[in-house]
């Protein structure tokens, strides 16, 4: 027994030394956007068990911020667009500064690094909403940093999409990189802004998102691992989209005379449902090109080293917004309940390993809301399984995810049972008119998996079920 003790401790260490040198570059991003959120206390446990040192956020939340305390890793709070306005009002950039950094900047307090302005503020979408907030927001940011004494250990910077660079369709290579003309002039001053305050330039890349937008991208591309006709650009073959990408942007920051600016990739990853490209397979071959590339820091043809990075995500957010595609809520290397959904070595070793999941995770009873094979009325069917979906996540069930093809009972007893489970398992959300029943049989299927969620405390769930009972009077009979 002493002797496996010793084994034991011997390999923590040894972990603990081989996630060192990848820690100094690698990083998670938390977002909480989900109906039963883990406790932050666990989840700070879980980031410490898998020895992750880095941590972004977006937003500054008290509760998950003091789950930090003594900890160490590093952490990167954030500002929503929402409060870029506020945030061009230098006294509010200076309470807000106080009451989100200095307050925990003490000996055993929080390790925050950098403030995020704002989350891809300049995104063609946004049709410019925060283009004349951003940049005062980023300033007063900083600034109210260096008034405080904090500017030399925490940075502000702006997270940006890789929408904000471009190569002209008249040369399409990452030598030809540029900003995009419409903030070109003020990319350029908030590079300016960030090379004279220390701070490094912040940028999302997702290579799924071409495969998702562009039905005949070329699937290799977005991995790590070849098999695609290489972009070559002056002699440098390009054999990932990665790749490309960040040196178009490297090529964008020379061309505006900062091309030494320091990058660091605040998003990266692979979902694992929601898509007929977004599955466990795709993201184990992705996630395995990516860490092994980290850990050999090669970085890229015009930026060899180290690159530090977040992944995106680190659980599965079940309340995001599917705008941008059903896959949305399923980005986490942890499933909603902090379990890891896949093999993942994050020293870049690709040995056949789980993460260490999420420890002391109290679940709701083994019940589930089930489509009842004796309701004597179906003619109501179609409205109430749309109604579930409406306030809960039936994203699986689409085309390409995992609950595709089950049969129609099947899609009312998932649409039910993911409602009831959103609204933490409360009798009144199993009725749906007579449809829905509960169950004791777990009626899990292959890939599709009916969840029990977790016992999350004072967490609200998308439709509280007092409102519930009356929307659904509404949308049902109106």
């Not at 898998?50 to 709070?77: C, P």
């Not at 946004?126 to 260096?146: E, M, R």
């Not at 999302?204 to 070559?232: K, Q, T």
């Not at 199993?430 to 009626?443: E, P, R, V, Y």
Request: hydrophobic fraction near 40%; include cysteine; charged fraction near 15%.
């Amino acid at each position: 027994m002493k002797k496996m003790s010793s084994l034991i401790c011997y390999y923590a260490i040894l972990m603990g030394i081989i996630l060192s040198d990848e820690g100094e570059s690698l990083g998670v991003n938390w977002g909480t956007q989900a109906n039963h959120q883990l406790s932050p206390k666990i989840v700070v446990q879980m980031l410490k068990d898998n020895g992750i040192q880095k941590v972004k956020l977006f937003d500054a939340n008290e509760r998950t911020l003091s789950a930090f305390h003594g900890s160490n890793i590093e952490v990167m709070i954030a500002i929503p667009n929402s409060d870029l306005a506020d945030m061009t009002d230098y006294k509010k950039a200076q309470k807000w500064v106080e009451k989100n950094v200095t307050l925990y900047n003490f000996k055993g307090g929080v390790n925050i690094k950098y403030v995020a302005v704002g989350n891809e503020p300049f995104l063609k979408s946004y049709n410019g909403t925060f283009q004349n907030t951003t940049f005062p927001a980023l300033k007063n940011i900083q600034t109210a940093l260096n008034e405080a004494g904090l500017g030399n250990t925490v940075k502000a910077t702006v997270p940006l999409n890789a929408d904000v660079y471009e190569s002209p369709v008249s040369n399409p290579v990452p030598s030809a990189g540029v900003f995009r003309s419409d903030v070109a002039d003020l990319m350029t001053q908030i590079v300016q802004f960030l090379s004279q305050n220390n701070a490094p330039f912040s940028v999302n890349i997702y290579p799924f998102l071409s495969l998702y937008g562009n039905p005949n991208f070329p699937v290799n591309y977005a991995f790590f691992d070849g098999g695609s006709e290489p972009i070559v650009d002056n002699g440098v073959k390009y054999t990932n989209l990665f790749d490309a990408n960040y040196d178009t942007l490297v090529s964008a920051l020379k061309a505006v005379g900062f091309g030494n600016l320091p990058i660091i990739i605040g998003e990266i990853g692979w979902p694992t449902d929601g898509d007929i490209n977004a599955n466990i397979n795709n993201a184990v071959r992705f996630y395995k090109g990516l860490l092994s590339r980290i850990a050999a820091q090669t970085g890229t043809p015009l930026r060899p080293g180290p690159i530090e990075m977040y992944l995106f995500g680190l659980i599965d957010e079940d309340a995001k917004s599917v705008a941008p595609g059903p896959f949305e809520r399923h980005w986490g290397i942890f499933r909603y309940d902090g379990q890891p959904k896949f093999p993942m070595d994050l020293s870049g070793q690709n040995r056949d390993i789980y993460l260490v999941g999420a420890k002391d995770v109290q679940y709701l009873k083994n019940q589930w809301c089930t489509f009842n094979t004796n309701a004597k009325d179906v003619s109501k069917l179609k409205d109430n399984i749309e109604f579930a979906c409406t306030f809960a996540d039936c994203t699986r069930l689409g085309y390409g995810s995992s609950c595709h093809g089950l049969e129609p009972n099947g899609n009312a007893s998932y649409a039910f049972n993911v409602y009831f489970q959103t609204q933490k398992q409360n009798p009144e959300a199993c009725d749906f008119q007579g449809l829905a029943k509960l169950s004791t049989q777990n009626i899990s299927t292959g890939n599709c998996n009916f969840t029990i969620q977790i016992a999350s405390s004072g967490l609200k769930a998308t439709a509280p079920v007092a409102f519930s009972l009356i929307t659904l009077l509404l949308y049902l009979f109106f």
